[in-house]
């Protein structure tokens, strides 16, 4: 099982944990193929780990043709969703599934000891 730890910004955290966001979108993704875990890292201000979540598929395309096959479930308004992706060509959209959120969020040190700072994007992890 490979896990990749992703930083992700608080608002968007919760929304996966009460299942409104079911995407999660970005401008790069993994190199490695056999990724099939994603570890949630809520960044500033909580800066913990707060889930698990199963790789159900990954979209790669246009950010406009992301956005229409993935918007009810995204999270996140058009707006922000077109700034984030503005002058790229390609967008990704990593579909969670079968979220484990934890009883207790861990800080990055408890879940992972290897990794010494939260990744700008994703690192994997043990």
């Known amino acids: 099982m490979v896990k990749a730890l992703l930083s992700v910004k608080p608002e968007y955290a919760e929304k996966i944990l009460s299942g409104e966001?079911?995407?999660?979108?970005?401008?790069r993704i993994f190199k490695r193929k056999d990724?099939?875990?994603?570890?949630?890292?809520a960044t500033r201000p909580q800066c913990r780990v707060v889930a698990e979540a199963r790789i159900g598929g990954i979209m790669e395309?246009?950010?406009e043709d992301i956005w229409k096959r993935t918007n009810r479930y995204g999270g996140?308004?058009?707006?922000?969703?077109?700034?984030?992706f503005a002058?790229?060509?390609?967008?990704y959209a990593i579909e969670l599934r079968s979220v484990r959120r934890f009883g207790?969020?861990?800080t990055l040190s408890e879940y992972a000891p290897e990794v010494k700072s939260a990744p700008q994007s994703f690192i994997y992890v043990d």
């Open 21 to 27: 966001k079911i995407y999660e979108f970005r401008r």
């Open 35 to 41: 990724v099939d875990i994603l570890v949630i890292y």
């Open 61 to 63: 395309s246009t950010p």
């Open 76 to 84: 996140i308004s058009h707006d922000r969703f077109m700034d984030y």
């Open 87 to 91: 002058g790229r060509e390609t967008a």
């Open 104 to 106: 207790r969020p861990r």
